[in-house]
């Protein structure tokens, strides 16, 4: 679905399901994108960014059907939020930790020269 925009006034009630559907099947289909890339730990290509997305506008309520599914998938990206946390974090420590050894390690810009006389 390229076009994420949903505008359905006046809609009968099979049509406006059906866009609520559709919008958390993109809403799944992105928390699973992101699971599996931090189940990836480092991926090999990183995936270009999505400028092109639009937020759904759905004015109406959820239907009553699908709010167990809305709310698995709201559990799901707080889950996804909490270990992106948790990995920026890691990284931001191996950083620091890079950081240091790198600053701690001898400077080999210029000569140095032992004498070995004595």
Known sequence: ?????????????????DAWADALTALELDVARAEELL?????????????DWVAPELSGPLP????????AIAARQLRV???LSRAIAAARTELRLAE???SNTLDRSTPAFLDASF
């Open 1 to 17: 679905m390229t076009d994420r925009t949903l505008r359905l006034a006046g809609a009968d009630t099979a049509t406006w399901d």
């Open 39 to 51: 189940a990836a730990g480092t991926p090999a290509e990183l995936p270009a960014p999505r400028p």
């Open 64 to 71: 009553e059907r699908l709010r167990a599914r809305a709310e």
């Open 81 to 83: 939020a909490e270990d």
């Open 100 to 102: 240091r050894l790198q």
